[in-house]
């Protein structure tokens, strides 16, 4: 099969080793992959600080960019969330019916990465191998809005030499929330002091999610704490083996 690679703008500026690795995960799946060049933002952080507008010219371009794309992947529940539930209501909102028609006949073949692999491809033994003891915190767009279920769990669970630790409170979210956090400091520290407690009680070396965006945040938390436990998206375990690690 082929898939399209929508990167995300908050990997491509901070964590490319994401992509790296759902590159190497995807042609060890036996697919190939294309990555469109003039690929951009969603327009996620444009909707969420009422620059609606702005938010749609980015859809638009979305839209154009993988209009033809077979299958488009994402290692963010995030933007695949932007995409597939919130721009279309944008669309309406702005009386873009167009728009939004074109943004819904596009979203059937738009997937988070877990998602993809389970639901579509039917997988969850990757071939990975990540010796090491990982916690895993659902985002809230993959888990409320996408409803991945526990996709990336069932992949998880098949990594060698891994062991899985059950996170405390796993479905409260860690109070990024993008601007969330910028807007409401105080809460947003709060609800991250409640995460970065429930997953260094668990004893785990890692705590790996769907989206960098909370992961940057809890990662951040963590090692304010200096507790020496790390952050890890989910596609950099599931592209591990034993010759090669994503960490």
């Avoid at 997953?199 to 200096?226: F, Y």
Wanted: hydrophobic share 40%; proline share 3%; with cysteine.
């Amino acid at each position: 099969m082929k898939v399209d690679l929508f990167l995300t703008c908050i990997n491509d500026a901070m964590f490319p080793r994401t992509g790296q690795a759902t590159v190497r995960l995807l042609e060890r799946l036996g697919h190939t992959v294309n990555f469109n060049m003039r690929q951009t933002c969603c327009g996620q952080m444009h909707l969420n600080t009422g620059y609606r507008s702005d938010a749609l010219h980015l859809v638009r371009k979305f839209v154009n960019d993988f209009r033809d794309a077979e299958v488009i992947v994402a290692p963010s529940g995030s933007c695949v969330a932007m995409i597939r539930e919130l721009a279309p209501e944008a669309a309406h909102w702005e009386g873009d019916n167009e728009l939004r028609r074109e943004v819904q006949a596009l979203a059937p073949r738009l997937y988070e990465l877990s998602e993809f692999l389970v639901g579509k491809l039917r997988v969850t033994d990757v071939g990975a191998y990540y010796p090491h003891k990982v916690t895993y915190h659902p985002t809230c767009h993959a888990m409320r809005m996408l409803r991945v279920g526990d996709a990336p769990l069932k992949l998880l669970q098949q990594v060698r030499g891994m062991t899985l630790l059950e996170l405390a409170g796993a479905d409260e979210c860690c109070g990024f929330g993008g601007t969330f956090s910028v807007k409401n400091p105080d809460v947003s520290a709060a609800m991250l002091a409640d995460k970065t407690r429930h997953i260094l009680e668990t004893g785990a070396e890692a705590c790996t999610a769907g989206d960098n965006s909370c992961l940057m945040h809890i990662g951040g938390g963590l090692h304010r704490l200096r507790s020496g436990a790390r952050t890890i998206h989910l596609a950099g375990i599931l592209a591990s083996t034993e010759g090669e690690v994503f960490a």
